[in-house]
């Protein structure tokens, strides 16, 4: 009515990239040809080399929405537009990066030509670095997550073994009954091949070698073995190990000059 325009309401907002906090430096010592010369602790240092970088900083900003059991990951996670958000979008904060590395040279005169050693060591006090989260859970598991992995995989197990699979049927084994909910897999020339040749006994021999290493090498993979299997399978692809950073690094080299 006035004729002036109002400004739209507007928010601050954290972006993705922000860290509030960053310490990095580094640290160099040389020692030249003929440092402290007819000392032991010039023999020992001359020709060697120290060089150490170290990096502090907080951690990023993400975006905590409801688990919808789809694995999405912080940080930076879209804003939070990836699913339905719990918290003001980039509120949840990253815990601190610590990093130090280290190389240390060292050369030597071998035969008249020049010969460098050296020792290079990344995360020297083997820092856990946490880089990524799962941005519905807040923490490096998700149930629901791992849940909807795994659930359709043994389904699909389920309807591949068709006639094998078992339903609590009481099996005599080894002279012990029990009863089992599984895959049958004592005579593979039954397991069912799918269209254009797939599946069949290939896979039933497959599965003898998981139900060996996952359970005890009787040929009946039990629902308790298939999900120790399964288990491990999401763990080797989506556990918590693969949330963090590498640990400590060490490589050893040389430089022969002519």
């Not at 992995?149 to 309807?159: D, N």
């Not at 599965?207 to 629902?223: K, P, V």
């Amino acid at each position: 009515m006035t004729g002036q325009r109002i400004p739209p309401p507007q928010a601050i907002l954290t972006t993705s990239d922000n860290r509030t906090h960053t310490i990095a430096g580094n640290l160099a010592a040389n020692f030249p040809h003929g440092w402290h010369s007819g000392t032991l602790l010039g023999s020992i240092l001359q020709d060697a080399g120290v060089f150490a970088t170290f990096r502090f900083a907080s951690g990023l900003p993400y975006t905590q929405i409801e688990n919808g059991g789809q694995g999405i990951e912080g940080p930076g996670n879209g804003f939070g537009l990836s699913g339905i958000t719990t918290a003001s979008l980039n509120s949840s904060t990253m815990p601190w990066i610590k990093d130090v590395d280290l190389r240390v040279t060292k050369g030597f005169r071998v035969m008249g030509k020049d010969l460098s050693v050296f020792a290079d060591v990344r995360n020297l006090f083997n820092f856990t670095n946490l880089v990524n989260i799962f941005a519905e859970t807040g923490d490096v598991v998700n149930a629901q997550y791992e849940a909807n992995l795994v659930g359709p995989q043994i389904t699909l197990l389920q309807s591949d073994a068709g006639s094998l699979w078992l339903n609590n049927v009481p099996l005599t084994i080894n002279g012990v009954t029990k009863t089992y909910t599984g895959v049958d897999l004592r005579n593979c020339s039954l397991y069912q091949y799918g269209s254009g040749g797939t599946k069949g006994a290939p896979d039933c021999l497959a599965l003898r070698q998981a139900e060996a290493r996952y359970g005890d090498g009787n040929m009946i993979f039990d629902s308790n073995e298939i999900n120790t299997a399964y288990n491990a399978w999401y763990e080797a692809g989506h556990g918590p190990w693969t949330l963090y950073d590498s640990g400590i690094n060490l490589r050893l080299g040389f430089e022969f000059t002519f």
